[in-house]
């Protein structure tokens, strides 16, 4: 998809945190980072940086390269979503939804 601010990590390792993967992008500025395990075992992750300019820095400088926790992780744009992004709710109803 066309460049955006938010980054798809795809393949990230169950056991890996949000904190693991933050460590890896704080030469990036001020980025967040939402991670939720499904039923399945799998992890979407995705991370939010500030400018286009700083999530396109990231993945062309990372693309092929990137790893978490020793695993190796696919980066793409993630499309804009019309859901409200979901570090800015913290209602608890639905969050074990899948």
Known sequence: ????????????????????????????GDVRVRMSHRRDGSVECAASFESVELAQAFV??????F???GVAVDLGYSEPSRAPPQWRTHRREGAMAV
Not at 2 to 28: F, H, I, M, N
Not at 60 to 65: D, I
């Open 60 to 65: 062309e400088g990372s693309v092929g390269e």
């Open 1 to 28: 998809g066309a460049a955006s601010r938010d980054v798809k990590l795809s393949g990230v390792p169950a056991r890996a945190t949000e904190a693991d993967v933050l460590s890896q992008l704080s030469d990036y």
């Open 67 to 69: 790893a978490v926790c």
